[in-house]
């Protein structure tokens, strides 16, 4: 591993913060096929958690971390993503003229988060592929990147408003990790790191989806990036790696010889709704959480716990 270490590039504070980051792009050209057959007409992005679409969980983090354009990088099959973002005038009035106010202003909200954007992704080439294709909306300008399937419940601190804070310090990119059980390393992109201070790291080296027991560290790159402009040369010069498609952490890693990349252990919790027991754990644990559903839930899954005749 050592071999593959670059001169590590001094991480240096700037004198005034970096422009704050406004743009994300949503990586959600994916098949889904651990999602079947429920995502065989649906987009797995759109599957319920608890009353909204997996992916709107992520558009809501961004915007409560400060960011106002979100570009949605789509496929086949996924017009109802860009739908369920827009305005839908004929509902809208049916919902008036009932008088449904809830129902309105969860349609209505669904719509003002954020101003969407999308680009296609004809041809499934990975997703260093599908960010690259971002390029002509984003320009030169530092942006975010959420994966939609990772839910990322940071309370009252969004996990991407966690890493856009340490992108305002040392306006570098950010990627956020979690550790994670040494059996589970191969599933992820894993870093080697040095310590900067208290859950955050640079990093030295990285590798995607490493074979079990050649990962250089537990830490694993979960779904929520920060990322200079950089990235597009380097996604350019990329060439196919894990699994034939053109990998993030590998763009990524060509960076880290020309500037410094960091890596926050945030704090919150993720749920990977890409895998179904990840899905099913988001919908129980956001639903007993939820201050309305919650109690009811509680009720419901004792009783379902309970003594059976
Ligand atoms: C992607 C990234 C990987 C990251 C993971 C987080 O992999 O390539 O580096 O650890 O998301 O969920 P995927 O899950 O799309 O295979």
Known sequence: MVGDHVALIDLVPLDAPAPAVKVAVFPSAGLGTRMLPASKAIPKEMLTVVDRPVIQYGVEEAAASGIDQVV?????????????????????????????????????????????????????LGLGHAILLAEAVVGPQAFAVFLPDDIMDGGDDPVMAQLLRVHARFGCSVIAVERVPDDQTSRYGILDVIPVSDRLFQIRHMVEKPALGTA?????????????????????????????????????????????????????????????????????????????????????VNDALGPRD
């Open 72 to 124: 949605l990088v789509t496929a086949a099959g996924k017009g109802a993503i860009e739908d369920h973002f827009d305005a839908n005038h004929g509902l809208e009035a049916a919902l008036e003229a009932k008088g449904n106010a809830a129902g309105l202003d969860a349609v209505r909200r669904a719509a003002s988060l954020a101003s969407i954007v999308s680009v296609r992704q004809a041809r499934a």
């Open 216 to 300: 250089p560290s537990n830490l694993a790159i979960m779904g929520r990036y920060v990322l200079t402009p950089r990235i597009f040369e380097a996604l350019r010069a990329t060439r196919p790696g894990a699994g034939g498609e053109i990998q993030l952490t590998d763009g990524i890693r060509a960076l880290l010889d020309r500037e410094p990349v960091l890596a926050l252990e945030y704090v919150g919790r993720r749920y990977d709704c890409g895998t179904l027991l990840g899905f099913l754990r988001a919908n129980v644990e956001l639903a007993l959480r939820d201050p309305e559903l919650g109690p009811s839930v509680r009720a419901m």
